[in-house]
């Protein structure tokens, strides 16, 4: 991986695979996978860097090209020659990162202001600073340049946010310790805190640690490590043994693996009171310590001239004793302190978030349950309709082949009774009444005049009442009295 080899010296993280010309084209060669930079865009960075190495005529470019055309951006002009399906995947590439970086601030924003707030993407995509947002479709030559200005500024300052984050998770192992404490009774505490010393002391008991880079290190390394003998140590056959990828520098994980030995002796993760995060911890300022004394011109690879005049100075051949992390404090009181009231105002702010998300899921749970009393409700009232619509299909009557009813229903038949030709009903006889002499009840009406009720066809008025002929009957009817 010649890209990744250069791209290194800006990067400062990734492992380079040297081209090696006397090999034969057909021989395999195993690919090691490069470390995570830890930078929140690290797989966009490989994944372009991986297509770049496939064009024959970037990567001629990459060999003659040195640490500061890289950084200053003049190499990605040379992105306008590559062939046009690298172009294609590049372009792809692109896109896939804007897309992830949406999403990403997107889940952000849900998360700190609610899912109603409005995004502009484009806005917040401009803080972004390892593409370029104007254009969110194609891999162009800015984007490269602006890949690894951005790689190289953020892993300029990757190892003082790793101090910062150790210190922290320092400060919060402390601080528990001192909560449970607080939770013992007086006996149990002393106890506790008796055991708590004794682990750190134990800590302490561990083989003399010699300052990484001195002679005496390397040559512990050359006699251990490599099996040679230390009277015949030779510092620049110790570079050649230890620069594994043959690439003429030492990067900084070749560094580091040249002090594992050192660590074992004061790590163990069998150990109890041995804290392997720790341990990294100690890599880490192992490996400042020596980029400090023999990188010259800081571009976080040790070159084999670098390397041979650091064993000349004085502090190769006579160094101080070195100082573990159990003998340097990590942080002041006072700095606890800030960071237990920033822990007290998170757990006060994520309390609150709490009981808002109880008080939301109660209220859930209510209009729940008064869905589930509305569905049941009309669940009933649809039983029913489909009850009655089913007895009164059971009932309906016979019909013909035309749709017609047999016989009439019931209901038809109470409308229909009485028959069209029933005689009107007779009205209860009254009183009669003398009428007034010259009264005629039954004179003709005037021309133009109908009975009150003509009589339907067929039918007769009644006779008029027969006069009485016999005086005496009508004498006695006068004699009657009123």
């Given at each position: 991986m010649e890209l990744?080899?250069?791209?290194?010296?800006?990067?400062a993280?990734v492992?380079?695979?040297?081209i090696?010309?006397?090999?034969k084209k057909d021989?395999?060669?195993?690919?090691?996978?490069s470390?995570d930079t830890?930078?929140y865009y690290d797989?966009?960075?490989?994944?372009?860097i991986?297509?770049l190495e496939?064009?024959?005529?970037?990567?001629e470019?990459l060999?003659t090209?040195n640490?500061?055309?890289?950084?200053?951006?003049k190499?990605?002009?040379?992105?306008?020659?590559?062939?046009?399906?690298?172009r294609?995947?590049l372009?792809?590439?692109?896109?896939?990162e804007v897309?992830?970086?949406?999403?990403?601030i997107?889940?952000k924003?849900?998360?700190?202001q609610g899912?109603?707030?409005?995004?502009?993407h484009?806005?917040?995509?401009?803080?972004i600073?390892?593409?370029?947002?104007?254009?969110a479709?194609?891999?162009?030559?800015?984007d490269?340049?602006?890949?690894?200005?951005a790689?190289?500024?953020?892993?300029?300052h990757y190892?003082q946010?790793?101090?910062?984050?150790?210190?922290?998770?320092e400060?919060?192992?402390e601080?528990?310790?001192?909560?449970y404490?607080?939770s013992?009774d007086e006996?149990?505490r002393n106890?506790?805190e008796?055991?708590?010393?004794?682990?750190?002391e134990k800590?302490k008991e561990h083989?003399?640690?010699n300052?990484?880079?001195?002679?005496?290190q390397?040559?512990?390394?050359?006699e251990?490590?490599?099996?040679l003998d230390p009277?015949e140590f030779?510092?620049?056959?110790f570079?050649?043994?230890?620069?594994t990828?043959?690439?003429g520098?030492?990067?900084?994980?070749?560094?580091?693996a040249l002090f594992t030995?050192?660590?074992?002796?004061?790590?163990?993760?069998?150990?109890?009171?041995d804290?392997?995060?720790?341990m990294?911890?100690?890599r880490?300022r192992?490996r400042?310590?020596?980029?400090n004394?023999?990188?010259?011109?800081?571009?976080?690879?040790?070159?084999?001239d670098?390397?041979?005049k650091?064993?000349e100075?004085?502090?190769?051949?006579?160094p101080?004793?070195w100082?573990t992390?159990?003998?340097?404090q990590?942080y002041?009181?006072?700095e606890?302190?800030?960071y237990?009231?920033?822990?007290?105002e998170?757990?006060a702010?994520?309390?609150?978030?709490?009981?808002?998300l109880?008080r939301?899921h109660?209220?859930?749970?209510r209009?729940q349950?008064?869905?589930?009393?509305?569905k049941?409700e009309?669940q009933?009232?649809?039983?029913?309709m489909?009850?009655?619509?089913?007895?009164?299909?059971?009932k309906a009557?016979?019909?013909?082949p035309?749709?017609?009813?047999?016989?009439?229903p019931?209901e038809?038949?109470a409308?229909?009774?009485?028959?069209?030709?029933?005689p009107?009903?007779?009205?209860?006889?009254?009183?009669?009444?003398?009428?007034?002499?010259?009264?005629q009840a039954?004179q003709?009406?005037?021309?133009?005049?109908?009975?009150?009720?003509?009589?339907p066809?067929?039918?007769?008025a009644?006779?008029?009442?027969?006069?009485a002929?016999?005086?005496?009957e009508?004498?006695?009817?006068?004699?009657?009295p009123?």
């Open positions: 990744w080899y250069l791209v290194a010296a800006v990067l993280s492992v380079a695979v040297p090696d010309r006397s090999k021989e395999k060669q195993i690919k090691p996978e470390p830890g930078l797989r966009y960075l490989r994944e372009v991986d297509v496939t064009d024959t005529h970037f990567r470019k060999q090209a640490v500061e055309d890289i950084k200053s951006g190499l990605s002009t040379e992105l306008d020659f590559v062939s046009h399906h690298i294609t995947k372009d792809e590439l692109k896109r896939q897309s992830r970086l949406r999403m990403l997107k889940a924003m849900d998360a700190e899912e109603s707030v409005q995004i502009d484009l806005n917040l995509l401009k803080q600073e390892h593409l370029d947002p104007k254009n479709h194609t891999f162009e030559a800015r490269l340049e602006l890949l690894i200005q790689a190289t500024k953020d892993l300029e190892d946010a790793h101090h910062e984050e150790f210190k922290r998770y400060m919060l192992k601080h528990e310790r001192r909560e404490l607080k013992l006996e149990k106890t506790e008796a055991r708590f010393q004794q682990m750190k800590h083989p003399k640690v300052v990484p880079g001195s002679r005496d390397l040559k512990e390394v050359w251990e490590t490599d099996g009277n030779n510092p620049k056959t570079f050649k043994l230890h620069d990828n043959n690439d520098v030492l990067d900084e994980q070749e560094l580091e030995k050192e660590l074992e002796k004061v790590y163990d993760p069998k150990n109890e009171e804290d392997m995060v720790e990294e911890e100690e880490l192992m400042e310590h020596v980029m004394e023999v990188d010259t011109n800081k571009d976080r690879l040790v070159t084999l670098e390397f041979l650091s064993t100075k004085k502090e190769f051949l006579e101080e004793e100082e992390l159990d003998e340097t990590i002041t009181e006072e606890l302190r800030q237990e009231r920033e822990l007290a998170q757990e702010e994520i309390a609150h978030k709490v009981e808002l109880r939301e109660e209220d859930l749970q209009r349950s008064e869905l589930d009393a509305q049941k009309y009933q009232a649809l039983q029913q489909e009850q009655k619509k089913s007895q009164q299909k059971d009557p016979p019909s013909g035309g749709g017609e009813l047999k016989f009439q019931p038809a038949a409308d229909v009774r009485a028959p069209v030709n029933e009107a009903q007779v009205q209860p006889e009254v009183e009669r009444l003398d009428r007034a002499p010259g009264h039954d003709p009406l005037p021309p133009g005049h109908q009975a009150e009720h003509p009589l066809p067929g039918h007769q009644d006779p008029p009442a027969q006069a002929h016999n005086p005496e009508k004498q006695a009817e006068e004699a009657v009123s």
